[in-house]
C-alpha cells in the first residue's frame, strides 16, 4: 500500500500544530487584553468620577432641590439625578445659559464644559425636609445630602 | 530476500521530518513565551496607570486637607477666607452662597469677571475672574455684596488637579449673623485702654427747693432803741441823801435813813411847822406855773399818833393842804388856815382796810385848781401796787389858794418818805409807746419787775409800786416781741420815772428768708454752690447761712447774682441744705428773690451706671456702655484728664465699691476722684508696653508689661505693695488681662514663647495655667462668667481641637479652664493698634476698641456654635 508521504504529513502535522498555537495565543492575548482594557477603564474613571463636585444642596420652599456645583478641569456630562435612590424624572440642567432636561439618554448628550458652575433643580415633595442626592455622570457620580432651608 | 536496510532515501525524509517537528516545536514554544511577554508588559503597564491614579487621588485629596476655608457675615456683605497651605498651587473653580430665603449666587468659569474685592496675599483687585489659582502658603480673601439678602452658606470649588470641591459652610441652615458696628470715637493719638463696669459718673445735680421763685420780702425793723420822749416830773427825790437840794424844812427834825429801796427820808414832827406840824418842801414856787399837779410820796410811819404825808402849801406858806395816812388807818386830806382860820380842818377821809403802820404806802394825789375850788383825787397803794384807798374832795373856801411849794408833812408822829414826786402827769404810770405786739416790763435795781404791759402800740406801765424807780438812778425798761426776745433795753441814765413818756425806734431793719434745698440720691458731695440773684432797693448787707454757718457776707445793692461755695466741711454725709438770707439795712427796703438753688457736683446713686471707660490719648472718657451698644455715636458723658499719654505702658481700672479710678505708669499707681489725682502708692509700677492694672476688692493688681515676670500687688486695706513671681510666665507687649472673681485672668508668654492663658488668685496667690491661646498675640481679654474673650492681633496658631484658621481680628470665646478655644467672630473691620486693642463684653456684646472706633459686636447666644467651619472633600 501506498501511504502519505512523510513529508506531507511532517507539513500537515506543523501546519495543525502551528494553527492550534496560534489559535491559542490569540484567544489568550484576547483575554489579557481585555484585563488590561478593563484596568485601564478602571483606573481612568477614577479621575472621571471627581470630575465634578457639588457645592451646595438644599430644599428651597416651595419644594424645589437645588444643586449646586461645578466642573473641573475635564468636561462632565450629567445622565440622571435620583433622589433618594429613586431616578428623578423632571430636573432641569441650568450652566452657562444652556437648559437640558435630566435625565438624558441620547447618544449625543450635552457635556458640561470644564470649569464651569452648574445647578440643578428638581422638584420634591412640598413637605420632603430631607433627600439623599446622586448625580449620575459619564463615567461618575457625585452625592449629597440636602435639607429644606426657608 | 527477507530483509532489507533501509533505504537511505527513507533516513533523509525521517530526519528532515524530525527537524521540521522540532522547528515547530521551537514556534510554538516561542509563541508562548511572546504571548507571556506580552500579557505581563500589559499587566505592569495598568498597574502603572493604577498606582498612578490612586497616588494622583491621594495627592489632591491631601492637598485639599492643607486648603481652609471659613465664611462671615458682616451685614452686608460676605468674606470668604481661603489660605492654601499645601505645597502645590490650588485653582478656586466656582464658588456658591446660599441665601436664607432660597436664592443663591453662583460664580465660575462661565460668568466672566464679577464684582468683588479680592484680596490674594496682601494684593488687592476689585475684580474676580474664575478660575483663580492660590499659590502655596498664600491667602485669599472675596468680599462679595449679599445683595440684602442673609446668607446661610458660603462654598468654593477648588481643583488640585483632579478636582475636588471645597466647602465651607455653616452647619445649621438658620443662623444668627454676628454684626460688628463701628461707633466713631477719633482716638486723639494711638493707644487705649478700657475698663467697663459699675461707675459713678460724676454729676452737678441741682437740688430740690420747697419755695417757688422770684420771692418778695419786705424787710421788717429788728433792732430797736428806746428813748424817753417826754417827763412830766417837776421834780422829784428818792431821798436818798439828806438835805435834799433845793429843798426846805419847816419845823421838824429830818433825816436820812434806810427806807423801803435803799435811802428815806426820816421825818419826826417838833411841832415847829405850820399848824403845829413839821413840813419838808420843795422850796420853788410852783403856783405861777402850774394849777395842776401830781404828787405822790411813799410813806411808812415810824412811832407816833398823827398823820404823814404830803403837804401843799401856800406862797405866803401860812396856809396847807395836807393828803395824809393817818395813823388810825384812814387816809385824809386837811387843811390849815383854810377853811378854818388858823385851825386845821379834815377836807375828806377815806379808811384803809387791812392799815398796819409797818407798811409803806403810797400816796398820789393830784390837785386842780377850779374856779371855784381846790379839787382832790387821792389814792393810796401798798407796796405791791394795789390800790388800797381812795378819795376826792375839794376845798372851795375863799381862803383856798394854787399850791405853791410842796413836800411832805408828819404831824404828831415820826416817819419815812420815799419816791416823792411832783409831776405834771400821772406818775402812776410810764407810758411806751411805738410797740409791736409785744411787751414791756420796767425793772428796778434788785432787777425786780416794777410794773409790766402787754400788747397795744402804746402802753402804760404801772409804776405806782415804785415810782421813783429803783434808787433813782439805776432803773431800767425792757421791750420784748411777742416771742419774749428782748427788742430793746432802755437804762435810765438819770432815772425812771412815773409821768415818763418813752419810745421805741427802729435802729435797723432786716429781710429774711430760707429754703430746704434737697438733693436726692448723694453718696458723696465733692462740691456744691449756692446759686442766689436777688435785687433790693437800697443797700443792704447780705449773709448767707447754709445749714446754720455763716457761708458768705456780702455788701448787695441793688442787682446781685453768684454762685456762693459751700465750704467743703459742711458737705460731709449731706444732701440736704437749709439756705437762710438775711438782709440788713437801716431803713426799710425791699428784696425780690428771683434764684435760690443748690447744685451739688460728684457721686449720686442714680449715675451710677454701667459705663465704658476709655483711655485714650490723654483723658479718660465715661461712656455709657447701655447707650454705646446701640448708638451710632456717642459723646462721653464724662472725660478725666490724665497728663500721661496712653501708649501702652498706662493702664486704667475702676474701683465699683468705692467709686475710685486707679490708674498705673511708671511713676506708680494713681488714684481719682472728682477733686483731682492722687498718688496712691509708688510700690506697683508699670515697667513697659503691656501694663495692666485690675482691682479686686482692696488689691490693686499690676501687670506691668514687658519685660517683667510678676504681678505687683497694693493691698490698699493694710498699705502694703509686694510682688508675686508667675515663675515662667512672663508679660509682653500683647498682654490682656480681665478679672474674674477674685482672680485676674491674663495672657502671657510661657517658656517657650508661646501665648498662654492664665490666672492669679489674689486671695490665695495661686496662679493656674487655663488654655494655651491659639494668638501670636492678644490685645484684649475680657471675662464672662465661664467664657473668655480675646481680641487677638496676628495670625493664630492651630492647637488641637480647634481645625480654624484665620488672619486678622478675631475674638475667640473660650470655657475656662479648657483649653479649647472656638471663633465667634470675625471682626476684620477693626483696625489693630495691636498693643492698645480691647475688648470688653457688656451683656450679648462685646466691645472692643481699635485705632478709630469703638467696635460694637452683637453676639447671640450659641454662636460659636454657628460659626463652626466644616470641611468637605469628595
Given at each position: 500500500m501506498r501511504g502519505v508521504s512523510e513529508y506531507t504529513a511532517t507539513l500537515i502535522v506543523a501546519i495543525i500544530t502551528l494553527a492550534a498555537g496560534a489559535a491559542i495565543f490569540i484567544y489568550s492575548y484576547a483575554i489579557v487584553d481585555s484585563y488590561y482594557s478593563a484596568l485601564l477603564r478602571a483606573s481612568e474613571e477614577v479621575e472621571q468620577g471627581s470630575s465634578a463636585a457639588i457645592l451646595a444642596s438644599y430644599i428651597a420652599l416651595p419644594g424645589t432641590l437645588v444643586v449646586i456645583g461645578s466642573t473641573g478641569s475635564s468636561p462632565a456630562t450629567p445622565r440622571a439625578v435620583y433622589i433618594n435612590e429613586s431616578l428623578a424624572t423632571a430636573c432641569s440642567l441650568y450652566f452657562n445659559n444652556t437648559s437640558v432636561s435630566l435625565p438624558q439618554s441620547s447618544a449625543t448628550p450635552t457635556p458640561i464644559p470644564p470649569y464651569t458652575a452648574f445647578v440643578i433643580k428638581c422638584p420634591v415633595g412640598s413637605?420632603?425636609?430631607?433627600a439623599f442626592v446622586k448625580l449620575v455622570f459619564d463615567g461618575g457620580e457625585a452625592i449629597a445630602k440636602a435639607g429644606r432651608i426657608g | 530476500m527477507g530483509v532489507r536496510l533501509l533505504p537511505k532515501q527513507v533516513e533523509l525524509a525521517r530526519g528532515i521530518s524530525a527537524v521540521i517537528g522540532a522547528a515547530i516545536l521551537l514556534a510554538v514554544m516561542m509563541l508562548f513565551a511572546a504571548f507571556y511577554i506580552v500579557a505581563l508588559d500589559k499587566l505592569a503597564t495598568a498597574s502603572q496607570e493604577a498606582l498612578k491614579r490612586v497616588s494622583e487621588a491621594g495627592a489632591s485629596t491631601a492637598t485639599l486637607s492643607s486648603v481652609k476655608a471659613v465664611w462671615s457675615y458682616d451685614g452686608s456683605n460676605v468674606v470668604i477666607h481661603m489660605e492654601n497651605q499645601a505645597t502645590k498651587t490650588v485653582l478656586v473653580v466656582a464658588i456658591a452662597i446660599v441665601y436664607a430665603d432660597g436664592s443663591y449666587t453662583v460664580a465660575s468659569r462661565a460668568n466672566g469677571s464679577i464684582q468683588a474685592f479680592v484680596v490674594i496675599d496682601g494684593t488687592a483687585t476689585n475684580k474676580l475672574q474664575l478660575p483663580l489659582g492660590v499659590p502655596p502658603a498664600k491667602s485669599l480673601t472675596i468680599t462679595m455684596d449679599a445683595e440684602g439678602k442673609r446668607p446661610i452658606s458660603a462654598s468654593i470649588a477648588i481643583e488640585a488637579s483632579p478636582v475636588v470641591a471645597v466647602v465651607a459652610a455653616e452647619?445649621?441652615?438658620q443662623v444668627p449673623v454676628p454684626t460688628a458696628r463701628a461707633v466713631g470715637i477719633?482716638?486723639?493719638?494711638p493707644g487705649a485702654t478700657t475698663w467697663l463696669g459699675k461707675a459713678a459718673i460724676p454729676t452737678t445735680k441741682s437740688g430740690t427747693t420747697n419755695k417757688s421763685y422770684p420771692q418778695h420780702l419786705e424787710s421788717i425793723p429788728i433792732d430797736y432803741t428806746i428813748a424817753r420822749?417826754?417827763?412830766?416830773?417837776v421834780t422829784y427825790t428818792?431821798?436818798?441823801?439828806?438835805?435834799?437840794?433845793?429843798w426846805t424844812a419847816r419845823g421838824g427834825v429830818w433825816s436820812s435813813a434806810s427806807g423801803y429801796k435803799g435811802g428815806a427820808l426820816r421825818g419826826a414832827d417838833?411841832?415847829?411847822?405850820?399848824g403845829g406840824a413839821s413840813q419838808y418842801y420843795y422850796?420853788?414856787?410852783l403856783s405861777q406855773q402850774y394849777s395842776s399837779l401830781w404828787v405822790s410820796a411813799k410813806t411808812r410811819l415810824v412811832s407816833g399818833v398823827g398823820f404823814h404825808g404830803i403837804a401843799l402849801l401856800n406862797g405866803g406858806r401860812n396856809r396847807l393842804y395836807a393828803i395824809v395816812v393817818a395813823t388810825g388807818g384812814r387816809v385824809e386830806v386837811w387843811s390849815y388856815n383854810v377853811e378854818a382860820r388858823n385851825g386845821w380842818q379834815r377836807l375828806a377821809q377815806a379808811t384803809i382796810p387791812g392799815?398796819?403802820?409797818a407798811n409803806w404806802y403810797t400816796i398820789v394825789t393830784r390837785y386842780a385848781v377850779a374856779q371855784n375850788a381846790v379839787n382832790f383825787y387821792v389814792y393810796v397803794y401798798d407796796t405791791s401796787g394795789n390800790q388800797v384807798a381812795s378819795l376826792t374832795t375839794s376845798s372851795t373856801h375863799r381862803r383856798r389858794f394854787t399850791p405853791a411849794y410842796v413836800g411832805v408833812i408828819v404831824d404828831g408822829v415820826t416817819a419815812l418818805f420815799e419816791d416823792f414826786i411832783i409831776s405834771a402827769?400821772?406818775?402812776r404810770y410810764v407810758t411806751v409807746s411805738g410797740l409791736g405786739g409785744g411787751y414791756v416790763v420796767v425793772i428796778d435795781n434788785l432787777g425786780d419787775t416794777v410794773g409790766s404791759a402787754a400788747n397795744g402800740a402804746s402802753v402804760s406801765v404801772s409804776v405806782v409800786s415804785d415810782i421813783v424807780v429803783g434808787t433813782g438812778v439805776d432803773g431800767k425798761i425792757r421791750v420784748y416781741d411777742s416771742n419774749g426776745d428782748l427788742v430793746a433795753e432802755y437804762v435810765a441814765s438819770d432815772c425812771i420815772l412815773g409821768g415818763d413818756s418813752y419810745a421805741l425806734y427802729p435802729r435797723l431793719y432786716s429781710a429774711s428768708f430760707s429754703d430746704v434745698a434737697s438733693l436726692s440720691?448723694?453718696?458723696?458731695?465733692f462740691s456744691a454752690n449756692v446759686s442766689l440773684s436777688l435785687t433790693t432797693n437800697t443797700s443792704t448787707t447780705l449773709d448767707l447761712y447754709v445749714n446754720g454757718t455763716l457761708v458768705v457776707s456780702r455788701d448787695v445793692s441793688g442787682g446781685f447774682s453768684d454762685s456762693i461755695p459751700i465750704p467743703s466741711?459742711?458737705?460731709?454725709?449731706?444732701?440736704v441744705f437749709n439756705v437762710t438770707l438775711v438782709l440788713k439795712a437801716l431803713s426799710p427796703f425791699q428784696v425780690v428773690v428771683s434764684v435760690l438753688q443748690v447744685s451739688g457736683f460728684g457721686y449720686f446713686e442714680d449715675h451710677v451706671i454701667d459705663a465704658h471707660l476709655l483711655g485714650s490719648g490723654t483723658e479718660i472718657r465715661f461712656y455709657n456702655a447701655t447707650e454705646l451698644i446701640s448708638a451710632s455715636s456717642l459723646e462721653p458723658l464724662y472725660n478725666v484728664s490724665t497728663?500721661?499719654?496712653?501708649?501702652?505702658?498706662v493702664a486704667i481700672a475702676y474701683n465699683s465699691t468705692n467709686y475710685v479710678l486707679y490708674m498705673v505708669n511708671g511713676s506708680g499707681v494713681y488714684a481719682w476722684n472728682p477733686l483731682g489725682w492722687s498718688l496712691?502708692?509708688?510700690g506697683c509700677r508699670a515697667v513697659g508696653p503691656g501694663a495692666r492694672v485690675e482691682v479686686v476688692e482692696s488689691f490693686i493688681a499690676?501687670?506691668?508689661?514687658?519685660p517683667s515676670s510678676y504681678v505687683c500687688v497694693y493691698d490698699a486695706s493694710r498699705d502694703v505693695a509686694y510682688n508675686i513671681s508667675l515663675a515662667t510666665y512672663r508679660f509682653y507687649r500683647y498682654t490682656a488681662s480681665a478679672v474674674n472673681g477674685t482672680s485676674i485672668v491674663f495672657t502671657a508668654l510661657d517658656s517657650r514663647g508661646g501665648v498662654v492663658l492664665a490666672s492669679l488668685d489674689?486671695?490665695?496667690n495661686e496662679t493656674r495655667q487655663l488654655a494655651v491661646v491659639?494668638?501670636?498675640?492678644?490685645a484684649g481679654l475680657a471675662v464672662d462668667g465661664s467664657r473668655v474673650y480675646i481680641v487677638s492681633c496676628g495670625l493664630w496658631r492651630g492647637i488641637t481641637g480647634v481645625d480654624r484658621s484665620g488672619i486678622g481680628v478675631w475674638i475667640y470665646s473660650a470655657r475656662?479652664?479648657?483649653?479649647n478655644l472656638v471663633i465667634?467672630?470675625?471682626?476684620?473691620?477693626v483696625r489693630l493698634l495691636e498693643c492698645c486693642d480691647r475688648v470688653e463684653v457688656y451683656r450679648n456684646t462685646l466691645i472692643t476698641v481699635d485705632a478709630q472706633n469703638i467696635l460694637v459686636i452683637d453676639r447671640a447666644s450659641d454662636l460659636e456654635e454657628e460659626k463652626s467651619v466644616a470641611i468637605y472633600a469628595t
Open positions: 413637605a420632603t425636609e430631607h | 452647619k445649621r441652615g477719633e482716638l486723639v493719638a420822749t417826754g417827763r412830766g416830773a428818792d431821798f436818798e441823801v439828806y438835805p435834799v437840794p433845793g417838833n411841832n415847829g411847822g405850820l422850796n420853788t414856787d392799815y398796819s403802820s402827769a400821772d406818775p440720691n448723694v453718696v458723696q458731695l466741711n459742711l458737705l460731709q454725709g449731706a444732701q497728663y500721661v499719654q496712653f501708649n501702652g505702658s496712691e502708692t509708688d499690676v501687670l506691668p508689661g514687658e489674689l486671695l490665695t491659639p494668638l501670636s498675640c492678644a475656662a479652664g479648657v483649653s465667634i467672630a470675625n471682626t476684620s473691620a
